[in-house]
């Protein structure tokens, strides 16, 4: 299987920073397409402000700096490969497969919380599982090592030298 197409869709600066230093230090091929992809949930609006409009403007602009930097990464990296970006609203397991199905995608590169326990169906759940169950194409999940290492009860060293 030939991977020239990837989808990566990105939920927050953690994960998506934890999927973008994977893809970086993988090998793909020289002309590999990569697409980043944000899906902004449906915003419930806060009281502090005055509009929908204003607070959506401000969900919008930071979500493309986030997918900027993301790309980044990427780019930074993989000098030769084609990277677009892309902001949409909706939810995202219903946008993402969308995507995967329109885009084409070979494979697809997201994140997951991964928690674990009583409540594993629903906040593993949601987006990761839905997608990896119903994607049209290969789902590999990258968790951030720390949270994994920290449910696993392996002690994890911090930025800042502390053991947890």
């Given at each position: 299987?030939?991977?020239?197409r ?23 091929q020289?002309k ?20 929908y ?10 979500s ?8 980044a ?35 697809i ?8 326990g ?12 839905a997608?990896?169950a119903?994607?049209p ?28």
């Open positions: 299987m030939t991977i020239r990837i989808l990566v869709p990105l939920e927050d600066e953690e994960f998506g920073t934890e999927v973008c230093k994977f893809i970086a230090t993988s090998l793909w020289p590999t397409e990569f697409l980043v992809l944000h899906v902004i949930r449906q915003p419930v609006l806060p009281l502090a402000l005055p509009s409009a204003e607070y959506a403007e401000l969900i919008v602009t930071a493309w700096k986030f997918v900027e930097r993301m790309s990464i990427i780019k930074a990296a993989h000098p030769k490969a084609k990277v677009d970006e892309m902001v949409i609203e909706g939810n995202p397991k219903e946008k993402i497969l969308e995507m995967a199905e329109t885009w084409e995608p070979d494979l590169v997201m994140g997951s919380h991964g928690r674990i009583a409540l594993k169906q629903l906040l593993l759940g949601s987006v990761s599982q997608v990896s119903y994607a194409c290969p789902v590999l999940i990258v968790r951030p090592m720390a949270a994994a290492r920290k449910e696993a009860g392996i002690a994890v060293e911090t930025e800042a030298g502390v053991t947890t």
